[in-house]
């Protein structure tokens, strides 16, 4: 069965430090999806990324990175220069190839201070 | 427009009352679920539904039911709604394609008295 664990239930951070999201996964199957959604005070699920199983390529999109390490079963998540407006809880998921269907990690609540 | 819309946004009401959410989407996806959500949990599936002729139950189906009218819509019911069933409920849909992810409506509050 598949599963995905973020140990961090809430982080805060002061304007302009650095934070990183943990995310660790588990599933039998070799192809599979990783995700990250962000979900603002407003409520709304904001899709962030995706990457699959066979491109372990990190990737950087402005002040945010995503480290797939399938060494460790690890996608964690990056903010570079935190701002107040990246307070929000981020959800990290997983979709095994064959199925749609997401299996979400409990979420990890950023506040981030001025 | 919203791509995937959601009625109500917020709904309260009492328990044994028969409840339905409703979720409409305007990107042509085929496939469609019904998530819910509840602090310290994250998202839980309720069911899914790959085209109109296919329902499946998800992790969390019990309590529930669900109707695929057409492609563009599919509505989540309570039959018999029960306080802990207040939660926050997405609608989410996703292409057919190897490249396609899910993509959520803006979610219903629903509490039940």
């Known amino acids: 069965a598949q599963k995905v664990t973020q140990a961090q239930t809430e982080i805060s951070v002061v304007e302009k430090e650095d934070v990183t999201l943990d995310c660790v996964y588990e599933?039998?199957?070799?192809?599979?999806?990783l995700f990250w959604y962000k979900q603002p005070p407003s409520g709304e699920l904001v899709f962030l990324i995706r990457?699959?199983?066979?491109?372990?390529q990190n990737e950087i999109s402005g002040r945010y990175s995503w480290n797939f390490q399938k060494s460790t079963s690890s996608f964690n998540f990056t903010i570079t220069a935190s701002q107040v407006v990246d307070s929000a809880v981020y959800f990290c998921?997983?979709?095994?190839?064959?199925?749609?269907?997401?299996?979400f990690g409990k979420g990890t609540m950023l506040l981030v201070s001025p | 427009d919203a791509d995937v819309t959601q009625t109500p946004r917020n709904r309260i009401t009492k328990t044994g009352k028969r409840i339905m959410l409703e979720c409409s989407q305007t990107?042509?996806?085929?496939?469609m679920y019904w998530y819910r959500q509840d602090p310290g949990l994250g998202l839980r599936l309720i069911y899914y539904?790959?085209?109109?002729?296919?329902?499946n139950k998800g992790e969390i189906s019990d309590g529930y039911s669900v109707s695929r009218q057409a492609q563009a819509k599919f509505s989540l019911s309570l039959e018999s709604a029960i306080p802990n069933q207040t939660a926050l409920y997405f609608c989410?849909?996703?292409?057919?394609?190897?490249?396609?992810?899910?993509?959520f409506g803006p979610g219903t509050r629903l509490t039940v008295l």
């Open positions: 998921a997983l979709s095994e190839a064959g199925y749609s269907t997401l299996t």
């Open positions: 599933t039998r199957d070799t192809t599979y999806y």
């Open positions: 990457r699959n199983s066979f491109d372990e």
């Open positions: 990107k042509g996806h085929d496939r």
């Open positions: 539904s790959f085209d109109v002729k296919d329902i």
């Open positions: 989410a849909t996703e292409g057919h394609g190897s490249t396609d992810t899910q993509y």
